[in-house]
């Protein structure tokens, strides 16, 4: 238990981290990682460079440091990093090495403001922060561990297959180099991808959404290929270069965007371009499970070119009486006009949203990229629709929507 001084020095710092957060985790992570170049075979460097870490691991800091009297309030948020803490293989012994170089980070940038008093403050928060993150990865690995056919860290998985579903997609099937079958997942969970890029000195590691409905032998990713030059694109363009047979290491399924089983709402489902992976295995799930469940499968793309998967949601709408979808075509071809391959021709809006949502009190997933997720969303609450009702993922740390 942190004391009441301890809480009242972490809590009165807390605007301080706020306007200097992001210049002590920029700076702890430069010095760690000089410390400690191993690390750079578990963080994602592209995400280092866009500086989207250190702005994630700030605003957890900051809300650590409000919340430090109530770390309850704290709980989903701790979940959510948990998972892809657990699926990076991050462990207990990491955290005093972060702990350290946080520190150091907080002392150096904030100079003479930051006394020995608060400092012991920060160590003992530090302290309790970390311990639930390490209790709540805990279980998460022996969670991972139990499930039939389930391992720990990351294991040699075989490409088995791989198609092409759009200029830009492409679907990786990988099954486990051992013969083995997969533990099941909940659909909207993602896999880390570890690889080895021919001549590079660090491992990579990146998260992929499972596409199809769980099955007992492999997983199945789909990857979008970025405009070359991009960091973002490193180990996705990388990938569509691997033929069948290649070997990567692949860790449990984890993340807690996933679909809610036991409400009976009808769910709707939204995604944007590539946003559309985690959102397939959902439909697909519910429409061979549940058919008297109501989905609505809203998906917009630039056009037919990049739209992916389209016969597949298709051939799973026809499975249920109670499953619709909508296709949206921001910038249709000629040929897409002529034959009339989507439903409407634009952006998901206000309007559009409105005319498809028939309750909004159902439950909505969302995901694309940043600016399709925030734009959804804000649509959505001028529906009215309730924010524990709406349930989003983007790709890369997690980031606050509601900023500016
Ligand atoms: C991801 C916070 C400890 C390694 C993250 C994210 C946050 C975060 C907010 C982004 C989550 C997301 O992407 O959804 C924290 C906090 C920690 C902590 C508050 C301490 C209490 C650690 C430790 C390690 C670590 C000890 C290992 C040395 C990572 C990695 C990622 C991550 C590799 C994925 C980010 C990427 O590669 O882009 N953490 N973390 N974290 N964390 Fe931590």
Known sequence: ?????????????????????????????????????????????????????????????????????????????????????????????????????????IKEVLGDAATEEILQAWAEAYGAIADIFIQVEKEMYEEAEQQKNGWKDFKPFRIVDKVKESQSITSFYLAPADGQGVPSFSPGQYVSLRINIDGETYLQNRQYSLSDSPNEKMYRISVKREDEGTPAGKVSNYL??????????????????????????????????????????????????????????????????????????????????????YLLYSEPTSEDKRERKYDQEGYIDQAFLESVVKE?????????????????????????????????????????????
Do not use: W
């Open 1 to 105: 238990m942190l004391s009441e001084k301890t809480i009242g020095i972490v809590k009165s710092t807390a605007p301080v981290l706020e306007v200097k957060g992001k210049e002590i985790t920029t700076h702890f992570y430069k010095t760690m990682f000089e410390a400690h170049p191993e690390l750079l075979h578990i963080f994602n460097h592209a995400n280092q460079q866009k500086g989207r870490q250190q702005t994630a691991l700030a605003n957890t800091v900051t809300a650590a440091a409000k919340y430090i009297d109530q770390l309850e309030v704290l709980l989903p948020v701790v979940k959510q990093i948990a998972h892809k803490h657990r699926s990076l293989a991050i462990k207990a012994e990491h955290y005093p090495i972060v702990g350290e170089f946080l520190l150091k980070a």
């Open 240 to 325: 569509h270069e691997c033929e069948i047979g290649y070997e990567v290491e692949v860790s449990a399924p984890a993340g807690d965007f996933v679909l809610d089983f036991k409400n009976r709402k009808p769910a709707y489902l939204i995604s944007g371009g590539v946003g559309v992976t985690p959102l397939l295995s959902m439909l697909k799930t519910i429409v061979a499970n549940d058919p008297e469940q109501e989905v609505t499968f809203i998906h917009a793309a630039k056009n037919s070119n990049v739209h992916a998967f389209g016969e597949e949601v298709k051939d799973s709408v026809a499975l249920s009486n109670h499953a619709r979808n």
């Open 360 to 404: 909004n009190d159902g439950q909505f997933y969302v995901c694309g990229p940043v600016p399709f997720i925030k734009a959804v969303v804000s649509e959505l609450k001028q529906l009215e629709v309730k924010t524990e009702n709406i349930h989003y993922e983007f790709f890369g740390p997690a980031i606050n929507i509601e900023e500016p």
